[in-house]
């Protein structure tokens, strides 16, 4: 069993910043990739940013220049530091891992999602 667990969600007044974490723990043998993901009301789940386990990123063209995603591999840490934050950020934001059990299967894992909103 795998969990993920996001937090550092909250309010934030446009041009703020947020630092977003996810812990993953459990039964893990290796993490490959992993990424943020958020889902506006009434929007469809986007990817936000992604990180391979060698430490290359993308990002969703409306984040690039403002979110930067990096990991701990030897923590199994997840963090988003999120800049110049715009109300079009407010979403809910969730964590997602692309692992090899313990098992030395391969499973795709999702937190429950941590809630930031941007307004005055």
């Known amino acids: 069993q795998v969990q993920l667990v996001e937090s550092g969600g909250g309010l934030v007044q446009p041009g703020g910043s947020l630092r977003l974490s996810c812990a993953a723990s459990?039964?893990?043998?290796?993490?490959?990739?992993m990424g943020w993901y958020r889902q506006g009301r009434g929007n469809q789940r986007e990817l936000v940013a992604s990180?391979?386990?060698?430490?290359?990123?993308d990002y969703a063209d409306s984040v690039k220049d403002r979110f930067i995603i990096s990991r701990d591999k030897a923590k199994n840490t997840l963090a988003l530091q999120m800049n110049s934050l715009k109300p079009e950020d407010t979403a809910v934001y969730y964590c997602n891992a692309d692992l090899v059990a313990r098992n030395l299967l391969r499973y795709n894992y999702w937190g429950r999602g941590t809630q930031v909103t941007v307004s005055s």
């Open positions: 459990g039964s893990i043998f290796r993490i490959n990739n």
């Open positions: 990180i391979t386990s060698d430490g290359s990123t």
